[in-house]
């Protein structure tokens, strides 16, 4: 059955700055957290780095041109920190700027309308010497940052982001070190998710005092739904601590200006969140334009008795999963997308991140047959047409990623791409899902009549 979207609905595809770019050492880049954290023996897949990636500093027009040839009418993409400010503060690097403005001025020579997210996780190395997001100093840094990149593009994108996935940056940079810069311990990972949130709304603020044309300015957040495995309070309890820490932690201070207290008393044996100062939560309660969701899955969680300090375990998939191991759960997504109309917000949500690894490869024929991403995004835009026959305010859809890429610590082992990327040659390959995404897109519909 076809499913058709309201129109001016937008359709477009992401990447980030270190997954894609390259030129790591070229044109005044200096170093970032990833760029350490790669190099470092053990972190990643095979040791695999983003210095050359998929070489997109070098392969701009192409893949801006591949952009259009697809019929993409939105492009997200970020602003690597180093490559706009080497050290994290003090001079700008004009050439890393005139990179952007090239990417920004490409995009809407093609009519594309770009996205920009501002931080993608790549903190100039020196500023992690510093004391990295635990250090409220940074706040200061990204609010300078933020205005250097918006005054340079402020009237040619329409549609900002300041952060990318704070929960990730947080907890898995500085709670468990499975991401830059490699640091496990909670209590650093709380005091990071607060200043992540507070540079967040300073650098609204300092982007609003400029008053760059009609921009829109937001976050995205990765949400992950997190459901009891059953009727057990324990079950329950579980449940309501791993959204607590996904979820609320992010959502409540943004939208009600508060954390939420469940949090504050389940992380009290590592924090009295002294951090938080006068003032701190109205400027992360600055108001936004605009919501943007990254949604890959959602939880099932049980108590775990047997774990007192946890107290919780994520029990494994049901059903089929992507080749990250991930469930596949369109249904969840419509869920959430309901939840933030309900409790939340009305503003205009955009899904910022949705898509799926598979074991992809380029057959004898040099094609690249991926039904099990055409069936995974059939099966999810479905769903958010489903939340906005529901009432959601949903504007828009980025399929992540427009091409395969460096998956952080999976290395180039995970393929999400709508393109195939032979890393060896740099060669471009549109996959089925591409072709098919690009009919979605003309037709505004999925299904055809």
């Not at 019929?71 to 990179?99: C, H, I, K, M, T």
């Not at 979820?247 to 954390?259: H, K, T, V």
């Not at 089929?320 to 969840?332: L, S």
């Not at 290395?411 to 009919?439: C, I």
Request: aromatic share 12%; charged share 20%.
């Amino acid at each position: 059955m076809q499913v058709t979207f309201p129109d001016g609905f937008l359709w477009g595809s992401a990447t980030a700055a270190y997954q894609v770019e390259g030129a790591a050492t070229e044109g005044g880049r200096g170093t970032s957290i990833w760029d350490t954290f790669s190099h470092t023996p053990g972190k990643t897949w095979h040791g695999d780095t983003g210095d050359i990636a998929d070489d997109q500093y070098h392969r701009l027009d192409a893949d801006l041109d591949l952009l259009a040839e697809l019929g993409l009418r939105a492009y997200r993409f970020s602003v690597a920190w180093p490559r706009v400010q080497p050290e994290g503060s003090g001079a700008v690097n004009e050439a890393g700027l005139d990179y952007y403005r090239r990417l920004v001025d490409g995009l809407n020579r093609r009519s594309i309308t770009p996205c920009l997210t501002l931080y993608h996780w790549d903190l100039p190395q020196p500023l992690q010497d510093a004391g990295g997001w635990p250090d409220r100093e940074i706040v200061g840094r990204f609010t300078d940052y933020a205005g250097i990149v918006y005054g340079a593009l402020g009237d040619q994108v329409p549609m900002w982001l300041t952060l990318n996935e704070p929960w990730v940056a947080a907890w898995m940079g500085y709670g468990n070190g499975k991401h830059a810069p490699g640091i496990a311990n909670e209590a650093q990972a709380l005091v990071a998710t607060h200043h992540l949130l507070l540079a967040h709304g300073s650098a609204i603020e300092a982007m609003r005092s400029i008053g760059s044309g009609d921009s829109k300015l937001g976050i995205t957040l990765n949400l992950t739904p997190a459901r009891a495995a059953g009727d057990d309070p324990a079950d329950e309890r579980a449940a309501a601590r791993v959204d607590g820490n996904a979820n609320r932690l992010f959502l409540d201070p943004i939208f009600r200006g508060r954390y939420p207290q469940d949090m504050i008393d389940h992380y009290r044996p590592v924090s009295d969140f002294s951090f938080v100062r006068e003032g701190d939560l109205e400027t992360i309660a600055t108001e936004i334009d605009w919501l943007g969701v990254n949604y890959y899955f959602g939880n099932r969680v049980a108590g775990d008795p047997s774990d007192p300090e946890r107290g919780f375990v994520v029990l494994p998939p049901e059903g089929n999963t992507t080749a990250m191991g991930w469930p596949i759960e369109p249904d969840t997504m419509a869920s959430l997308l309901e939840r933030l109309d309900s409790e939340y917000t009305k503003l205009p949500i955009y899904i910022t991140e949705n898509g799926a690894a598979f074991h992809d490869y380029v057959d004898p024929e040099g094609g690249v047959d991926d039904p099990e991403r055409v069936e995974f995004l059939d099966a999810h835009f479905r769903a958010a047409h489903a939340a906005i026959e529901n009432g959601v305010n949903l504007r828009g859809y980025f399929v992540w990623s427009f091409l395969d890429n460096f998956e952080w610590s999976f290395g180039y082992s995970k393929r999400f791409g709508l393109v195939f990327v032979d890393y060896g040659t740099q060669t471009r390959t549109p996959k089925q899902s591409a072709r098919w995404y690009a009919e979605v897109i003309k037709d505004n519909a999925v299904g055809r009549a």
